[in-house]
């Protein structure tokens, strides 16, 4: 049974850090491509980050500006999102997602709130 298991999101000052996981089972982690996908009230889901396999390969939505930090860990089978200066536009729900050889997974998501 696959799980993508998110946590670490929160109500965060405009300016501040949060760092979210994903813990995933039931598949094989280490040859899976993983991302963050974020969904804001009212608006349309959009990447914020993905990561290849190997944890080389990373890309960032445009928005990102090198405020967030995409990582893995697959001894672990964990995906990390660091984010920093965070705005109050970045205010959604936080998805994970795995792809694996066509199939796609996606955990039930986490609330960042960033507001004063």
């Known amino acids: 049974q696959v799980q993508l298991v998110e946590s670490g999101g929160g109500l965060v000052q405009p300016g501040g850090s949060l760092r979210l996981s994903c813990a995933a089972s039931g598949f094989t982690f280490s040859n899976s491509y993983m991302s963050w996908v974020r969904q804001a009230p009212g608006k349309g889901p959009e990447l914020v980050s993905a990561?290849?396999?190997?944890?080389?390969?990373?890309r960032y939505g445009d928005f990102v500006k090198g405020r967030f930090t995409i990582s893995r860990d697959n001894a672990r089978d964990t995906v990390y999102l660091q984010m920093n200066s965070l705005k109050v536009d970045d205010t959604a729900m936080y998805y994970c997602n795995a792809r694996y050889y066509g199939m796609n997974w996606w955990g039930k998501g986490t609330l960042v709130t960033v507001s004063l």
């Open positions: 990561i290849s396999p190997d944890g080389i390969t990373t």
